[in-house]
């Protein structure tokens, strides 16, 4: 079993930074597909941005340019920088996990196993 805690949240105004972070434990065994989804209150949950095991990445078509997904060099870590964030990027922020790599013809929640607790960004105009 994989435990995700996710942290960085808050509140920021438009054009502002934010890096979010994530700290997978438990039975991670070799480095997986770990990536970022984010919702809104009565939205579903989609995906923001994904690292797989070889270290490639995808965005969602609204965040390209403006945000970033890093693996530490301990790969249990994971983080999303964040910038010129505006007023639709608020939403909760999810840290997900997968044991296999990731799936690049599709990006749902279904295909992961392992959550985060959910950090919250807000953006004010």
């Known amino acids: 079993q994989v435990h995700l805690e996710d942290s960085g949240g808050g509140s920021v105004q438009s054009g502002g930074s934010l890096q979010l972070s994530c700290v997978a434990s438990?039975?991670?065994?070799?480095?997986?597909?770990m990536g970022w989804f984010r919702q809104v209150p009565g939205g579903e949950r989609e995906g923001v941005a994904r690292m797989g095991k070889n270290y490639q990445t995808s965005y969602a078509d609204s965040v390209k340019g403006r945000f970033t997904i890093i693996r530490d060099n301990d790969p249990k870590w994971l983080h999303l920088r964040m910038k010129s964030l505006k007023p639709e990027d608020t939403a909760t922020y999810y840290c997900?996990?997968?044991?296999?790599?990731?799936?690049?013809?599709?990006?749902?929640?279904?295909?992961?196993?392992?959550w985060g607790q959910g950090t919250q960004v807000t953006v004010s105009a």
């Open positions: 438990g039975n991670t065994g070799s480095t997986a597909c």
């Open positions: 997900a996990w997968r044991a296999d790599d990731c799936r690049w013809d599709r990006f749902l929640p279904a295909d992961f196993a392992s």
